[in-house]
């Protein structure tokens, strides 16, 4: 019967569901059925309220984007919220209790239906202890090798994977490197892939920085910002790549803007010449600091070229603060952003070795 495998990182947002949607499409296209779910459940917004198990949203998405039916969808244990963590701190209950017999359940039901198990774990090697769902102990549990996702930016970065090795032994299956500098990719694989390999991580892949897989939309940033949307409000779809500041003066602000791509642009409301500036260049929408109304005029010129103007109430610093804890660090639940993905991994990542140890019958 096949294994399950477990998907994992050292920290938060690494990579994790876009790797699963890369490997779930190979394996599916050669005749793979794939069952997938998060055991802790890290997305728990729109999920009935209730102890009952639930399919977080990420895993909601991911099925609905490779169409795996509802079966093939495994309900979470718990959740990772304020309340339940709470819960369990005052109960002093660390252990995953009745929860993970119904998970290991569901695997033996997708066992029997020779369903190769995808399950993507916490956010990182210690997310999840209090639920007793953090990855070495499941991964300990279940018996399940671990394939590792890692953002790489110089080789400081190994001392993450070399701490996973330590706790996994044997079980760690291999990594994939991640968000790479584009231009280092052919280093990492001819002298640090070797190099790690030698180690003892064997890895299956490295993938390029994409700022299309880091950007956010407009809407998750008037959301976040508690924004005004003064117009297009149908454009709030956009792709938010990179954040511009307009607080220079106009002809340094034009020629800074040139240079820029898909930029939200935060200037103060009364810069009405650096607005303007901004909408005649590449930006996904424009956000409003301070006091005042924006011109009718901007608000016209806006909506000709179909950029949203947001209004926020928060200074300039707060603003940025804001949407720089947005941009790399929001999941991947726009269906532009899984199809790269998808393709992503199929250009960047070699699973032979991983497909020969859990004994599936497909080719790298």
Known sequence: MPTPLLIGSCEPFSGKSALVLGLARQLMRQGVAVAFGKPLATCPEGMPAGESPAVDADVLFIGATLGLPPEQLIASVDRLEPGSAHRRLLDGDLTPGAGLETLQEHLATAAAADHQVLLEAAGSLSEGLLYGLSLVPLARTLQAPVLLVHPWGDSRSVDGLLEARCQLGDLLAG??????????????????????????????????????????????????????????????????????????????????????????????????????????????????????????????????????????????????????????????????????????????????????????????
Request: with cysteine; proline share 5%.
């Open 175 to 364: 990594v994939v490197l991640n968000a790479v500098d584009p231009e280092a990719v052919p280093a990492l694989n001819g002298e640090v892939a070797p190099a790690l390999e030698r180690l003892g991580l064997p890895v299956l892949g490295v993938m390029p920085r994409s700022p299309l897989l880091r950007s956010v939309t407009v809407e998750e940033l008037a959301r976040r910002l508690e924004a005004k949307v003064l117009c297009c409000q149908e454009r709030l779809d956009l792709l938010v790549e990179t954040l511009s500041i307009g607080a220079m003066n106009v002809n340094s602000a034009m020629e800074f803007f040139r240079r820029r791509r898909n930029m939200a642009v935060v200037t103060g409301g009364d810069r009405t010449d650096i607005q303007l500036a901004a909408l005649e260049a590449s930006t996904q929408c424009l956000i409003l600091t301070g006091a005042g109304e924006p011109l009718p005029q901007l608000i016209s010129r806006a909506e000709e070229l179909e950029v949203p103007v947001l209004k926020v109430d928060h200074d300039t610093l707060t603003t940025v603060e804001v949407i720089e804890a947005a941009i790399g660090h929001v999941r991947l639940n726009e269906t532009v952003k899984a199809t790269y993905a998808i393709r992503l991994v199929e250009e960047h990542c070699r699973f032979n070795r991983l497909f020969e140890r859990l004994k599936l019958p497909v080719r790298a």
